[in-house]
């Protein structure tokens, strides 16, 4: 509806003077809020006093408890303004006029009682009771009322918590000391949130780190001993960074400003720190630094000083098996692999679950060894297990294998030697096992050299005394890249999964496709809101406590655990 409001005061010389304005909404809000459309600056309006809606003309309607957030509330008062037809909101006057073509309506707003015009009416009403009136002292009203609250809510709160002769019965009705409590306590504290001692030990005195550390005993400290985390931390206490009591979410800051005091230039605080100085993920951060799996451990490599490239002793293409046309299937025609076929997610749905060549791979590279004559599958991540396999099929065809699989499997008519007429000899067994050994030996190179594991594996070859032997190298992929932050995956699965990884084009499996901070910052910001990126801040990423740094490894928690319950349990 378009409105036009006229609004009308009177000047000292008693003329009219009228301030006009245009409204078009859907429903036109009439109050003492500074969102509403027609503003009634007094103290005797609600904030929401009512709606002009659009019924074939303005309609003024005021619902429930003189405010309306919704015209299908039922109304208490609702008038249609038409011209002439006046209503009196509290101290104004509001009065539909003739509409100018163009308008929906239109309306006038005159303040006709002015709160100074009222003042004496409230001075009089306030004037019939007082103190004096009613015989009371103020001095000794004072001292009573002084005296009780420092009985309901000191006293006797303080008999349970100090345990003194006055000390109320469990449950009874003022023997609570849920008046001293500040505000909620976060959602992880709740089950002790009626149990004040469980934190406050000693009475009067504020929570100590041994009460944080019965609970939290594996709490970590943020640094190794050998920055001295001592020395950095002197004199701090848990309660210095976690205040309980100041809501449900967490007990600790969120900002950047306990991080970024140390953190500036970090090296002039610890010395020989490797991390770099940052100061705000979009302006002063480092580039990252990834853990890349090595020999002995890992290995840390930060981005932008060059190509970075991990050594994981696999043969692999993403190229190849994200080609759009496909790829081989033993059994299907082609079939289009996109990134949720080996890359599936973990329980938490922040993580992915480890490749493994039994879940994500062995449905295409199959490692049958003889598909002629059987299905059977070689022993996969074991090379001398493998060759036993193959031996064994091999030996056991020559001497008890059928017509059918004998010929197919050694390419010469007959069949398995105990199948023959006659009792064999032990010439003719000696031939028979040395024909299998020749076959599994050839078959044996054939899976290790070309046909299976040196398609994906590196592989190497030793002849001795006991034969040729192949070794397959150990594989190393990193599965943690960046160990020292945190990431959701299940925070960005909007996203897809190219716009961070890209690697239909990698041909190689040195190939690391972490994505860099300069991909990061395309969405997110820093500490500072800015629109259209999302505010991060150092813990969006980034804890503090660090488990392999324990806070003190001689504490002994007691040997029960205080509850909500008031019963000792143990643990």
């Not at 001095?139 to 918590?161: C, D, Q």
């Not at 100041?246 to 800051?253: L, Q, Y």
């Not at 994200?322 to 599936?344: I, M, N, S, T």
Request: hydrophobic share 40%.
């Amino acid at each position: 509806m378009k409105l036009l409001v006229i609004s009308q005061s009177r000047n000292r010389a008693g003329r009219t003077v009228q301030v006009r304005k245009e409204v078009t909404a859907d429903w036109i809000r009439v109050g003492r809020h500074a969102a509403s459309e027609v503003l009634l600056a007094d103290p005797r309006i609600a904030l929401s006093q009512g709606l002009i809606v659009d019924r074939n003309g303005p309609v003024y309607t005021e619902g429930e408890m003189g405010t309306t957030t919704s015209t299908t509330r039922k109304a208490v008062r609702s008038v249609r303004l038409s011209p002439g037809k006046a209503i009196d909101v509290g101290p104004y006057r509001i009065t539909g006029v003739a509409a100018p073509a163009g308008y929906t309506g239109a309306i006038t707003v005159e303040l006709v009682r002015p709160a100074e015009e009222s003042a004496p009416v409230f001075l009089e009403r306030a004037r019939r009771l007082t103190l004096a009136s009613l015989g009371l002292p103020k001095r000794g009203l004072a001292l009573a009322l002084f005296a009780l609250v420092a009985a309901a809510f000191f006293l006797v709160p303080a008999g349970r918590v100090l345990d003194l002769p006055w000390r109320a019965p469990p449950g009874a009705a003022m023997a609570s000391d849920r008046f001293w409590n500040p505000g909620p306590v976060m959602l992880a504290h709740q089950p002790v949130g009626e149990k004040c001692e469980a934190c406050h030990e000693l009475a009067f005195t504020r929570v100590r780190d041994v009460a944080c550390l019965e609970c939290h005993a594996r709490i970590g400290h943020h640094l190794g001993p050998e920055a001295k985390p001592a020395a950095l931390f002197a004199g701090s206490r848990c309660a210095a960074c976690h205040r309980d009591h100041k809501g449900v979410k967490s007990t600790h800051r969120d900002d950047d400003r306990f991080c970024v005091e140390c953190h500036r230039d970090v090296r002039s605080l610890a010395n020989g720190a490797q991390s770099q100085d940052a100061a705000d993920f979009a302006k002063s951060h480092p580039a990252f630094r990834l853990a890349l799996p090595a020999d002995k451990g890992v290995r840390r490599v930060r981005q932008g000083a060059g190509p970075v490239q991990e050594s994981s002793n696999l043969v692999f293409s993403h190229a190849v098996h994200l080609d759009p046309a496909g790829v081989r299937h033993p059994e299907k025609d082609k079939v289009k692999l996109g990134c949720e076929a080996c890359h599936q997610p973990d329980a938490s749905r922040r993580g992915f679950e480890p490749v493994s060549m039994a879940r994500h791979c062995q449905d295409c590279h199959r490692l049958e060894f003889e598909p002629a004559v059987t299905a059977r599958q070689v022993p996969h991540g074991r090379p001398a297990e493998a060759m036993t396999v193959v031996a064994e099929f091999y030996a056991n065809l020559a001497l008890n294998g059928v017509r059918d699989s004998f010929e197919k499997a050694f390419g010469v008519p007959g069949e398995g030697l105990l199948r023959r007429p006659g009792e064999p000899g032990d010439a003719a067994r000696r031939a028979t096992l040395a024909m299998a050994a020749k076959k599994a030996a050839h078959v044996s190179e054939e899976i290790f050299e070309i046909r299976l594991c040196r398609t994906c594996h590196e592989v190497q070859r030793s002849d001795g005394d006991r034969g040729t032997e192949w070794s397959v190298a150990q594989v190393r992929l990193g599965h943690a890249w960046m160990p020292g932050a945190r990431f959701d995956h299940a925070s960005h699965a909007q996203s897809r999964c190219s716009s961070c990884h890209d690697v239909s084009k990698s041909k190689r499996s040195a190939d690391v496709a972490m994505p860099a901070i300069e991909g990061c910052r395309e969405c997110h910001g820093g500490s500072q809101p800015v629109a259209g990126k999302v505010t991060s801040n150092c813990l969006l990423c980034h804890g503090f406590h660090d488990p392999r740094h324990p806070w003190d490894p001689q504490f002994k928690p007691r040997s029960a655990t205080r509850v909500a319950g008031g019963t000792p349990r143990a643990r």
